[in-house]
């Protein structure tokens, strides 16, 4: 269940109070999320964005990530950047299209939010900025977000689940916050919005199907276990099956590199998901 969060969370971390503490969580939170993957183009200037994320509605570039004054986030305050990841709202007041994951990244506390904003501050600055997106008409025009925010977006934290363990509600927090599994295994809408009764019922993303993360014994991974589904995500492969080319772009990127708690627990989370309808 997602709730508001208070503006000035206690112990909220600050750009301008770092720590190493500080660096290496928001460090993991952005491998976590892949976010090199979808915003460097060039591997000599990682995070400065321009990549072409395509969607059903045209083509989408990525933000420059770096801390270049003019082109990046050097001249953001915290309050600018914890604002685009909790609501979606760019620094000019516009609203981002949702190819940007701001439903997942809201699920994030302020906290985190904040310690990924520290890490992306020590990056090496890189001059680039990207070409504006492709659209079709009417969704060229930034202002149908508001409508599409307001039938699709839940904005606010994830609450823990009392009745789990910490390890599974870790695991929840990841795959369905900065992870964000859902954005490929599960179907969306006419609208490009994810179908919330169909969560994790596997999707198609870029002419291939993203399979099935529940527990459906067909596609599903009601015969895999917890130890199966935490090598593929550190490795690309088990005894079961082998990561196909976004996949593996994902254990890349992102899963290969993130702590085996985390991976036992996103796994102990999909593990436990239930069968949903075939």
Known sequence: MAASESHAQPGATSAGETSAEDVARGKSLTEAGGCA???TVDAAKPFAGGKRIDT????IYSANLT??????????????????????????????????????FTKLTRQDILAI???????????????????????NYRVVMRGWNWWFFKPGILMPDQHKSAEWNRGRYLAEGVGRC??????????????????????RIAGVFAPRLDGAENGGLKSWS???IAEYLQSGRNGRSHAGQLVSEV???????MSEADIRAIAVYLKDLPAGAP
Do not use: I
């Not at 059903?56 to 083509?59: A, C, H, K, N």
């Not at 520290?118 to 504006?132: E, G, H, I, K, S």
């Open 37 to 39: 993957g979808c915003h």
């Open 56 to 59: 059903r509605f045209g083509g």
């Open 67 to 104: 801390p270049d004054r003019d082109t990046g986030l050097g001249g953001w305050s915290d309050d600018e950047f914890y604002r685009a990841l909790r609501f979606g709202v760019a620094r000019d007041g516009s609203r981002y299209y949702p190819a940007f994951p701001y439903p997942n």
């Open 117 to 139: 904003r520290v890490y992306l501050a020590t990056l090496t600055p890189v001059r680039n900025q990207p070409r504006p997106p492709e659209l079709s008409w009417p969704l």
């Open 182 to 203: 859902g954005a490929c295994h599960t179907p969306k809408n006419m609208f490009g919005a994810e179908k919330r009764d169909q969560a994790y019922g596997g999707g």
């Open 226 to 228: 917890v130890e199966d």
């Open 251 to 257: 254990v890349v990127n992102s899963t290969s590199k």
